[in-house]
């Protein structure tokens, strides 16, 4: 798996500060060494838990302030900012105190999407560490790394880790002499994508059907167990060491203005060096491709790209010199999501990738929604009728006419996620599915 450090050409690409700057995160560097996830390497290697000690000597405030001077925003999809997301929890008063929760969203379910896995398996420390921060600038009594099901392996070897922190004094009973205690418990899905979603993931730890809940009141308000919760990636929580260590201002510097830092990048399909990419934001999309991936694996042009995770609209080859940062991304029509990039070359159909990522989100629909419910399955069963070649000559039709039913009336995104791969292939690629119903076969080849 490719790890990728790479400082851009400045003669190209521009980027305030980064000339002297390391790429801070480092989380997959010494993948191959059996030990590399231990307190031992994380200290030795990473300054780990220095961040942790200069935070427990700042007034909580300070803390937050410093993550929204960062600038940093959520690394799982929305992109929301998460130092004012931090702030959104109550405090406590004369009257009351209040009790608080964080929990980390381990349950990466995205089709494309690698690199939480890769965090958790290689360097669970710095995601402990950025949890302990977390919950002390919140003042939280208590955190939860709701993992997804299928990672099994990982929670054992994630148990061991916070062991080690307790046994050093970062976790548990009165952390580093403060007088503070917080812990931190693992619980493990049970395979639903659906989980990915904040309030279905609440749902689901509290020993609920894992389905989104009603807004208002949001986690911040009445989350885990009724109490003010604050919910974020493992990414994004693994990035608030490196935030303190540099400080909120020197990281800023990364990336681009509104767009700060570095991301983990999962690239992955037609691509000559897949794996995962630790960039600054803002990078062109097609020098990620061809720079620093090598370009398409098969000799064929790329066709078509998956920017964000497989819920993103596609790019094709127009969009391919868009900056792979949250708000260009979304003004072209696409969105920078979970950061997987996945690579369609020519010899791609277009019907039959849509039809399998559609069949995908009807399988993984809770059922709550009714437009949700039942347009994903219709969606399906339309487009497996084309890709079956018994499409039929309103097929186009009356496939474009679901996602507008769908789109922004549900609970939560995974209806609006469906329709956004079947719209944008059928604008930008209507030439494939016309041709399918019309010959019963596909125009890119077998």
């Given at each position: 798996?490719?790890?990728i450090?790479?400082k851009?050409?400045?003669q190209r690409?521009?980027?305030d500060g980064?000339?002297?700057?390391q790429?801070?995160?480092l989380?997959?560097?010494?993948?191959?060494?059996?030990?590399?996830w231990?307190?031992?390497t994380?200290?030795t290697r990473w300054?780990?838990y220095a961040?942790l000690?200069?935070a427990?000597k700042?007034?909580p405030?300070?803390?937050t302030a410093e993550v929204?001077?960062?600038d940093l925003?959520?690394?799982?999809?929305?992109?929301f900012?998460?130092?004012?997301?931090?702030?959104?929890?109550?405090?406590?008063?004369?009257e009351r105190?209040v009790?608080?929760?964080?929990?980390?969203?381990?349950d990466?379910g995205?089709?494309g999407?690698?690199?939480d896995?890769?965090i958790l398996e290689y360097?669970?420390?710095?995601?402990?560490e950025?949890?302990?921060i977390?919950a002390?600038a919140?003042?939280?009594?208590?955190?939860?790394?709701?993992?997804?099901g299928?990672?099994a392996w990982?929670v054992?070897?994630?148990?061991?880790a916070?062991q080690?922190a307790?046994?050093?004094?970062?976790?548990?009973?009165n952390?580093?002499g403060?007088g503070?205690d917080?812990?931190?418990?693992t619980?493990?899905?049970a395979?639903?994508?659906?989980c990915?979603?904040?309030?279905?993931?609440?749902?689901?730890?509290?020993g609920?059907?894992?389905?989104p809940?009603?807004?208002p009141?949001?986690?911040?308000?009445?989350g885990?167990?009724?109490?003010?919760?604050t919910?974020?990636?493992?990414e994004?929580?693994?990035?608030v060491?490196?935030?303190l260590?540099?400080?909120?201002?020197?990281y800023?510097?990364?990336?681009t203005?509104?767009n700060?830092g570095?991301?983990?990048?999962?690239?992955?399909?037609?691509?000559?060096?897949?794996?995962?990419?630790e960039?600054p934001?803002?990078?062109?999309?097609?020098?990620i491709?061809?720079?620093l991936?090598g370009g398409s694996?098969?000799?064929?042009?790329?066709k078509?790209?998956?920017?964000?995770g497989?819920?993103?609209p596609?790019?094709?080859a127009?969009?391919?010199?868009?900056p792979?940062d949250?708000d260009?991304?979304?003004?072209?029509?696409?969105?920078?999501g979970?950061g997987?990039?996945?690579?369609m070359?020519?010899g791609?159909?277009m019907v039959?990738?849509?039809?399998r990522?559609?069949?995908?989100?009807a399988?993984e629909?809770?059922g709550?929604?009714t437009?949700?419910r039942?347009?994903?399955?219709?969606?399906e069963?339309?487009l497996?009728r084309?890709?079956?070649g018994?499409g039929?000559?309103?097929?186009?039709?009356?496939?474009?006419?679901?996602?507008p039913?769908?789109?922004?009336?549900?609970?939560?995104?995974?209806?609006?996620a469906?329709?956004g791969?079947v719209?944008?292939?059928?604008?930008k690629?209507?030439?494939?599915?016309e041709?399918?119903?019309?010959?019963?076969?596909?125009l890119?080849?077998k």
């Amino acid at each position: 798996m490719a790890r990728i450090r790479v400082k851009p050409d400045p003669q190209r690409y521009s980027f305030d500060g980064f000339g002297s700057a390391q790429y801070p995160n480092l989380m997959l560097l010494g993948a191959g060494d059996l030990d590399n996830w231990t307190l031992k390497t994380y200290q030795t290697r990473w300054e780990g838990y220095a961040a942790l000690a200069k935070a427990l000597k700042m007034e909580p405030a300070a803390v937050t302030a410093e993550v929204k001077l960062s600038d940093l925003r959520g690394r799982g999809g929305a992109g929301f900012r998460t130092g004012m997301k931090w702030g959104f929890m109550p405090k406590d008063t004369p009257e009351r105190k209040v009790t608080r929760y964080v929990v980390c969203n381990a349950d990466e379910g995205e089709p494309g999407t690698f690199k939480d896995r890769a965090i958790l398996e290689y360097n669970p420390h710095q995601l402990i560490e950025g949890l302990v921060i977390a919950a002390w600038a919140m003042q939280c009594q208590l955190g939860f790394i709701y993992v997804r099901g299928e990672f099994a392996w990982l929670v054992d070897k994630l148990e061991a880790a916070l062991q080690q922190a307790r046994d050093a004094g970062f976790l548990g009973k009165n952390i580093l002499g403060t007088g503070w205690d917080f812990d931190l418990l693992t619980y493990r899905g049970a395979g639903a994508y659906i989980c990915g979603e904040e309030t279905a993931l609440l749902n689901s730890l509290e020993g609920r059907r894992g389905e989104p809940r009603v807004k208002p009141p949001f986690p911040a308000q009445a989350g885990a167990f009724g109490k003010p919760t604050t919910v974020n990636n493992v990414e994004t929580l693994a990035t608030v060491p490196v935030i303190l260590r540099m400080g909120g201002a020197a990281y800023a510097r990364l990336g681009t203005p509104g767009n700060t830092g570095t991301r983990i990048y999962s690239l992955s399909g037609h691509i000559k060096r897949p794996g995962l990419y630790e960039l600054p934001l803002g990078l062109p999309l097609d020098f990620i491709l061809n720079d620093l991936a090598g370009g398409s694996s098969t000799g064929r042009k790329i066709k078509a790209v998956i920017p964000g995770g497989c819920s993103a609209p596609l790019f094709d080859a127009k969009d391919f010199d868009c900056p792979m940062d949250f708000d260009t991304v979304k003004a072209r029509g696409s969105m920078a999501g979970s950061g997987g990039i996945i690579v369609m070359d020519e010899g791609t159909c277009m019907v039959r990738m849509v039809q399998r990522l559609t069949r995908f989100y009807a399988h993984e629909s809770c059922g709550q929604c009714t437009p949700c419910r039942e347009g994903c399955n219709w969606m399906e069963m339309i487009l497996s009728r084309i890709e079956g070649g018994a499409g039929r000559p309103g097929d186009l039709d009356l496939l474009a006419s679901l996602p507008p039913r769908i789109n922004m009336r549900t609970l939560c995104a995974l209806g609006d996620a469906a329709c956004g791969p079947v719209e944008s292939a059928m604008t930008k690629f209507r030439d494939e599915f016309e041709h399918h119903i019309a010959h019963r076969e596909c125009l890119a080849g077998k």
